[in-house]
């Protein structure tokens, strides 16, 4: 198990895979194998079979918290609120005084639109612990959901203030002046605290991204190569720089952006579509089609990549029974 724990630290996600597998099959009652191993599927991008593992995990120990918590977060992730209230309940049933509990559980009702008892939660939790960037970044959500725009903003200016570099609470901001119509609010307030957390990554990627809201092309190029400078695996700057060269038809440069996504990151199915697209501009049909194939091999139902490559189908020639 810690062999296979020092495969992931390394990145080398599929000889974790296969020796927690062999693992499993040897010590299948084993709650905390079958945690790691949904970790190493989460980290090769297999969502389903970690929540499989995940259950399997709290299948074999009906106490074990760290597998019903994970499985609440996989909900939440999924926009399930449903069962990430289930699961949250599982561990709180077990822990009371769990945080991440109690935080996954208000999280839960605020996907089901419970805005009062999920606000009556964090407050709670603030209460406790009044310098946490997380429930300082969850209450100015709820804030801005009831359209108190001033709270909302002190709150997230809070959250950043306990933590530089806290992504929701900068994502929250820059989401608050875009429906104030402030982009360049937004801007000023991203290179703000970009000198106190230089190399945050996301918060290039926000900023180029708000660039290209306000059309400053050039601009938003810097940030996205800012964002690769400081995560050579920032996949968003990557696909947006793969989108905006080939705006400008610089098509070498699009290409190697998107191929550095499915080479780089190919768990990542959208740079499939990026890069397939980018062929297509530029009539490489047959490079298309592969491209779209290899994301159907690794989901079937990816649906992007079905609808692209039945409009190729039909476009040039081919088995229009398999295009339907």
């Not at 609440?72 to 599982?90: N, V």
């Not at 290899?294 to 040039?316: G, T």
Request: proline fraction near 4%; glycine fraction near 4%.
């Amino acid at each position: 198990l810690a062999s296979a724990q020092l495969l992931l630290a390394r990145g080398k996600t599929a000889d974790a895979v296969t020796t927690l597998q062999a693992l499993v099959s040897d010590a299948p009652d084993m709650a905390r194998v079958h945690f790691v191993l949904a970790t190493a599927y989460s980290q090769a991008g297999n969502t389903p079979r970690a929540i499989e593992s995940l259950k399997d995990s709290v299948a074999q120990d009906g106490d074990f918290l760290p597998g019903y918590l994970a499985l609440a977060d996989f909900y939440l992730q999924k926009q399930d609120g449903k069962t990430a209230i289930s699961y949250a309940d599982e561990a709180l049933r077990r822990n009371p005084r769990s945080v991440v509990g109690r935080i996954d559980h208000a999280n839960a009702q605020l996907l089901l639109g419970d805005l009062a008892h999920a606000l009556e939660e964090f407050t709670l939790l603030e209460a406790s612990d009044p310098k946490s960037p997380i429930l300082q970044e969850r209450l100015g959500y709820i804030a801005m959901r009831q359209k108190s725009s001033a709270q909302a903003e002190r709150r997230f200016n809070n959250a950043l203030e306990k933590q530089a570099d806290f992504l929701p609470a900068m994502r929250d901001l820059v989401e608050l002046y875009a429906t104030q119509k402030q982009p360049e609010k937004a801007i000023a307030r991203l290179q703000q605290q970009l000198h106190k957390a230089p190399t945050q990554s996301d918060f290039y990627e926000l900023l180029g991204n708000t660039y290209i809201a306000t059309r400053q092309w050039d601009a938003a190029e810097q940030a996205f190569r800012s964002a690769i400078d400081q995560n050579p695996n920032a996949y968003l700057a990557h696909s947006q720089l793969a989108r905006l060269y080939a705006r400008d038809q610089k098509f070498p440069q699009a290409l190697a952006e998107a191929q550095t996504l499915t080479q780089e990151m190919p768990e990542i199915l959208s740079g499939y579509i990026i890069l397939g697209s980018i062929y297509e501009q530029t009539g490489a049909v047959d490079q298309a089609r592969a491209t779209y194939e290899q994301a159907i091999q690794r989901d079937p139902n990816f649906a992007p990549a079905l609808n692209n490559l039945a409009w190729i189908y039909c476009e040039h020639g081919r088995n229009l029974d398999l295009a339907l």
